[in-house]
């Protein structure tokens, strides 16, 4: 599976950005999807993932302001950010698992890509 997310940048409070993650190399019958977040010295957090039939889930740090979605042929997975506060500002991974088969239900996150920087200043 090859993952490789776009998308980040600097922006300022309040503001929006749209990141995509473009995926490769995998059945998407099988798979979750989903997106992290990583900042300096802190462990990293699930910001929202999706499965097949489009069901979502988001972090409580996040709901009301981020939005996960996907194409139709599961190729490339999106996170919208709107109202972005300082404490977003995070390294941002997306990720795939292989479905429990219930909704929702992911086993552990194992493929990773490399990550998009977003920097949200005050």
């Known amino acids: 599976v090859q993952l490789v997310e776009s998308g980040g940048g600097s922006v300022q409070s309040g503001g929006s950005l749209r990141l995509s993650c473009a995926a490769s190399?995998?059945?998407?019958?099988?798979?979750?999807m989903g997106w992290f977040r990583q900042a300096p010295g802190k462990e990293r957090e699930e910001v929202a993932r999706?499965?097949?039939?489009?069901?979502?889930r988001y972090g409580e740090n996040v709901k009301g302001r981020f939005i996960i979605s996907q194409d139709n042929a599961r190729i490339t997975l999106f996170l919208q950010m709107d109202s972005l506060k300082p404490e977003d500002t995070a390294m941002y991974y997306c990720?795939?698992?292989?479905?429990?088969?219930?909704?929702?239900?992911?086993?552990?996150?194992?493929?990773w890509g490399q990550g998009t920087q977003v920097t949200v200043s005050s």
């Open positions: 990720a795939t698992a292989r479905s429990r088969g219930y909704v929702l239900g992911c086993y552990v996150f194992v493929n």
């Open positions: 190399g995998y059945s998407d019958s099988s798979y979750c």
């Open positions: 999706i499965d097949r039939f489009n069901n979502t």
